[in-house]
């Protein structure tokens, strides 16, 4: 390291002078730097002379101040290897390389024991239900259980058929002669409505309260009836009615008949 760092001192030294001057040194040590001259033209480059033997390293003296950089020289030899210095401290890691190609397999190891048995894992979900297994022998039957209760009482069972019809018995005898009835009379009046279709009729007295009958008519293609309102031994009147000849959503199919509408009665007393 020592010899390199004086071979690089020359090197500066003989920079700052003149070419022609720097091949003429020949001293083996190294004066004083001069102050530094004003660098010259440039001359043409000559031919390399033989390269002489190294001479005795001197002194180092002092480093002048770095002259402008001459002509690059031609290498010298090589010099002998310098004692290994200190580690100089690590330096940064560097960016990570890549990576290298696969080494071969080593050999396969020995089996190790086995290991504990690890914790029991949480238990599985439900499977599907099996398919039904083939039904087994009969058992043994057991002994009767005690009697039950008596059952509710059935439903009544349906009705039978009528049975064939008997023979005809004997004619029973003749029964007693009745009393005589009461003649009744049965008579028919007709009479014309009047205002509203009430039709008042008149007939010889009962002696009883009579069945007064409305008898049903026609009056062209319309139906004529009526209903009894009121009646007395002698009288009775009727609110004559007739068929609608247009039938009405709103309405029933008869209305109050109109004036001069006959009517006829049956009264039975």
Request: hydrophobic share 35%; with cysteine.
């Amino acid at each position: 390291m020592t010899a390199a760092r004086a071979i690089l001192a020359a090197a500066c030294v003989a920079a700052a002078l003149s070419a022609a001057d720097a091949r003429t040194i020949s001293a083996p040590g190294v004066g004083p730097a001069g102050p530094q001259g004003d660098a010259g033209p440039k001359g043409d480059k000559g031919d390399a002379g033989a390269a002489g033997s190294q001479g005795p390293m001197g002194p180092s003296g002092a480093t002048g101040p770095a002259g402008p950089a001459g002509a690059k020289g031609d290498p010298g030899q090589q010099g002998p290897i310098g004692a290994t210095g200190a580690t100089g401290p690590q330096g940064l890691t560097g960016a990570k390389g890549d990576a290298g190609a696969q080494g071969v397999p080593g050999p396969t190891g020995a089996v190790g024991a086995t290991g504990a048995a690890g914790p029991a894992g949480p238990m599985g979900a439900t499977g599907a239900t099996g398919a039904a297994g083939a039904q087994g022998p009969a058992g043994v039957q057991g002994p009767a259980g005690p009697t039950g209760p008596a059952g509710a009482a059935g439903v009544a069972g349906a009705t039978g058929a009528a049975g064939p019809q008997g023979a005809t018995g004997p004619a029973g005898p003749t029964g007693a002669t009745g009393t005589a009835g009461t003649p009744r009379r049965v008579e028919r009046y007709t009479a014309t409505t009047g205002t509203g279709g009430v039709a008042s009729f008149t007939f010889p007295a009962c002696s009883a309260a009579p069945d007064v009958q409305v008898i049903p008519g026609w009056l062209g293609e319309q139906y004529v009836g009526g209903g009894v309102t009121a009646q007395t031994l002698s009288t009775a009147t009727v609110q004559g009615m007739i068929s609608r000849g247009s039938l009405l959503l709103s309405a029933g199919p008869f209305q109050a008949a109109g004036s001069g509408v006959s009517i006829t009665i049956r009264v039975i007393c």
